[in-house]
């Protein structure tokens, strides 16, 4: 099946420094990602959809210079977190839309989750 | 109202009980439905999918859609304590590729 990986898998930095997260689909090509975030028994609140090439498409109140994405290959779509606080402290997973021909046009694959804690 | 609606549990249930997992949805657009299992602090996994009404089954997973009550499930038989973790349904439309509609998740708690 398709795989989808995240690094890192943890992170706790610093209030007011950036962390780098990158979602990679390891055995398909990806034109479109998606970052979602995560509080504790909470669903996935989606914040982005990634576009190989093109710049990302953000939902409604999510800041765009401050969650800041780049897809800039078929397989790594990559998510930073500028001068991040401790309000931004979550769990971050990506999916990859699954291509068509396998399980389906409208199926996402997720990754493992990034944890991240800002001190 | 939420575009889907799902209990969150925890629903308990004894190992080898069939489990039923449900959700509501309100947009009749909606054609692709997904089950996804989420283990605790694990990104979620893709269990089943369907596109439009009816059954599908995959080993010890029934899904259902009814998409005139507007109304999925998922069904677990010989239920197992690997399977406890965290149910979500997701719902994507029809018109070419677009995001996915999540449930809360149910929390499934299976004790031996």
């Known amino acids: 099946g398709a795989v989808v990986s995240q690094h890192p898998s943890w992170v706790i930095c610093k209030s007011g420094t950036s962390v780098k997260i990158e979602c990679r689909s390891l055995?398909?090509?990806?034109?479109?990602m998606f970052w979602y975030r995560q509080f504790p028994k909470q669903s996935l609140m989606l914040m982005a959809t990634?576009?190989?090439?093109?710049?990302?498409?953000?939902e409604q109140g999510v800041e765009k210079d401050k969650f800041l994405i780049n897809h800039a290959s078929l397989t790594l779509s990559t998510l930073t977190v500028t001068s991040a606080h401790p309000e931004d402290s979550s769990f971050y997973i990506c999916?990859?839309?699954?291509?068509?021909?396998?399980?389906?046009?409208?199926?996402?694959?997720f990754g493992p989750g990034t944890r991240l804690l800002v001190l | 109202q939420k575009e889907v609606e799902q209990d969150p549990g925890p629903l308990s249930v004894p190992e080898g009980a069939i489990v039923s997992l449900n959700c509501t949805y309100s947009?009749?657009?909606?054609?692709?439905f997904m089950w996804y299992r989420q283990y605790s602090r694990k990104g979620p996994e893709l269990l089943m999918y369907?596109?439009?009404?009816g059954n599908k089954e995959d080993g010890r997973f029934t899904a259902q859609v009814d998409k005139s009550s507007k109304y999925i499930s998922l069904f677990i038989r010989d239920s197992q304590p690997s399977d406890s973790a965290t149910y979500l349904c997701?719902?994507?439309?029809?018109?070419?590729?677009?995001?996915?509609?999540f449930g809360t998740g149910t929390r499934l708690l299976v004790s031996p």
């Open positions: 947009n009749s657009a909606f054609q692709y």
């Open positions: 990634s576009n190989e090439g093109s710049k990302a498409t953000y």
């Open positions: 999916s990859a839309r699954d291509p068509p021909g396998l399980a389906g046009a409208e199926t996402q694959y």
């Open positions: 997701a719902m994507g439309l029809n018109t070419g590729f677009q995001k996915l509609v």
């Open positions: 055995d398909f090509q990806a034109t479109t």
């Open positions: 369907t596109y439009s009404s």
